[in-house]
Every structure is written in C-alpha cells, then in structure tokens.
T-cell receptor, first 113, second 112 residues
Framework: KAGVTQTPRYLIKTRGQQVTLSCSPI?????VSWYQQTPGQGLQFLFE???????NKGNFPGRFSGRQFSNSRSEMNVSTLELGDSALYLC????????????FGPGTRLLVL | GESVGLHLPTLSVQEGDNSIINCAYS??????FIWYKQESGKGPQFIID?????DKRQGQRVTVLLNKTVKHLSLQIAATQPGDSAVYFC???????????FGPGTSLSVIP
C-alpha cells in the first residue's frame, strides 16, 4: 500500500506570495492532519480534516487554511507569506474514527525569501 | 528580533548499549501516547504507542513505559544500532479524537 505523498517536496516563494501544498493520504484513510515543523518551534499542529470537514484546529493565524476533497486528498494554503513561514510542512493520515496512529508523509520544505 | 531555537536534548550511546529517552507530557487528561522517530530529511515514523490504561508496552527492541502519576513517558531501545540515530518525539492525544501534541524531541546519536 502506498504511503502518504506530498507535493511539491521543495518550494521557494517570496514574501507576500501565497502557496498551496498538497497531500494524498494512505488509501482508506479519511483523516488528514497538517503540521508545521521549524527548528524554533518544533512540530506544531495546524489543523485536521475528516470527511471534508475541519475537525480540529491549532493556534495559527487565518492566513493558514486548508480543505479536504471527497477522495480524502487535502490541500493547505498559506496566503501573504512571511519569512517566518519557512518550515517543513508535514501531512499525516489515519482512519480517523478513533485514536489511531498517524502516518506521516515526507513533508514539503518551504523557503520564503 | 532573533528567535531562540529549541535546544534539542541530545543522547549519545555506544552501539550495542541500551538507550532510554525520556519525555514529560503536559495534559493529565491525555489518553493515548505515541513515540515517533524522525530521520534527517524524512517525516516522523511511528515506533510504538501506549494507552493510559497500561504502564508498559513492548515492541521489537523497543519498550515504552508510562508513569501517569508524574506524567512521564520513556522509550527504551535495546541493543542500539547506528540506524537508530534520529530525533525521537513523544506525542499525546486526548480521550476523544483530538489533536496530537508533540514534545520537543530528543536527538539520539549512536557511536559505532
């Protein structure tokens, strides 16, 4: 079974631009969670989607948004990029019906110049 | 201003020795705990999990211990190998399906 895939793997943007990242979960998984990982703040939870609905949300500004499609694929969008948004963005999937292991993708490395 | 980065605790062990990585969790209501391993350039990889109704769980070469009294979690790796070198994260989640909160991580370095 294929693992979680994320595209693109690397991205360079400039301040003020917006970016969209994509995540394809493991087949059959309905929950997708997004995390931001930086050396300064570690792994921080952004939001979680289950059956196309945002079920949980972390403490990030409204510039960070996401959505999930009927096939469970998910996208996250960051608008008006800031230098501090440079990070590794990780997506994790699970069945989502109870406490379960989340399986992570390789991440998208975003650099904001 | 200049940001202060997380100072990752570092553990160095000799190949073949046992490793113990510790973690203090924050929420006494957390019900589910997970250990992840992250190698350079990769996403976190599941190692082992434990629920709050247990105090010990064993996997292949790994054991997780949970002490709810002091909100402490540990990961023991037996016969540590060079391939175990990575950053290890503990994570906690609540009783309902809730967001998973990650600890700051510990960097394990195995000396051949």
């Amino acid at each position: 079974k294929a693992g979680v895939t994320q595209t693109p793997r690397y991205l360079i943007k400039t301040r003020g631009q917006q970016v969209t990242l994509s995540c394809s979960p493991i087949s059959g998984h309905r929950s997708v969670s997004w995390y931001q990982q930086t050396p300064g703040q570690g792994l921080q939870f952004l939001f979680e989607y289950f059956s196309e609905t945002q079920r949980n949300k972390g403490n990030f500004p409204g510039r960070f948004s996401g959505r999930q499609f009927s096939n469970s694929r998910s996208e996250m969008n960051v608008s008006t990029l800031e230098l501090g948004d440079s990070a590794l963005y990780l997506c994790a999937s699970s069945f989502g019906t109870r406490q379960e292991t989340q399986y992570f993708g390789p991440g998208t490395r975003l650099l904001v110049l | 201003g200049e940001s202060v980065g997380l100072h990752l605790p570092t553990l160095s062990v000799q190949e073949g020795d046992n490793s113990i990585i510790n973690c203090a969790y924050s929420n006494s209501a957390s019900d589910y705990f997970i250990w992840y391993k992250q190698e350079s350039g990769k996403g976190p990889q599941f190692i082992i999990d434990i629920r709050s109704n247990m105090d010990k769980r064993q996997g292949q070469r790994v054991t997780v211990l949970l002490n709810k009294t002091v909100k402490h979690l540990s990961l023991q790796i037996a016969a540590t190998q060079p391939g175990d070198s990575a950053v290890y994260f503990c994570a906690e989640a609540g009783t309902s399906y809730d967001k998973v909160i990650f600890g700051p991580g510990t960097s394990l370095s195995v000396i051949p």
